[in-house]
């Protein structure tokens, strides 16, 4: 059956209905961490993990946390805490952006050797399948001179 792909309303419901997937997705893993943190077995950082996901899960709560985050945030910043970049000394930015570059260095790095792993695994895989070919296993066989 094909998809017919629509624009304007059509759009609407697909961002709808990605976003209701992933409400289900996440009601899914707070109830999995639920359950392991009635075993016992969850860390601190488990339990704070599958709290957020919770909380994610009910739109008013989400939106309380938020706006719990901006005042936070505000506050923060009126104290003198936290700096923006246009608030910053030469010295200070280049400090920060040395520290996000090698952040990210970091991540790429990590997000590629997780996609060689998953690579390698789907190469094994084929390999156990396809060893030889059916024209070369069934085709003209060659003869060594000697």
Known sequence: MSRIILRGAGRQE???????NARKERVKKAKQSAAARKKGKSSRAEYFKARRERIKCDPEQYEKMKQVERERWHRRKNDGKVKTVGEMTRREKKAVRETRKASAAKYYLKKKEAKQ???????????VKFNE??????GRKKIEKK
Do not use: G, W
Not at 117 to 127: F, G, H, M, P, V
């Open 133 to 138: 070919s059916r024209q070369k296993a069934t």
């Open 117 to 127: 792993k998953r690579k390698s695994t789907n190469e094994d895989q084929q390999e």
């Open 14 to 20: 697909r961002v709808k209905e990605r976003q209701e």
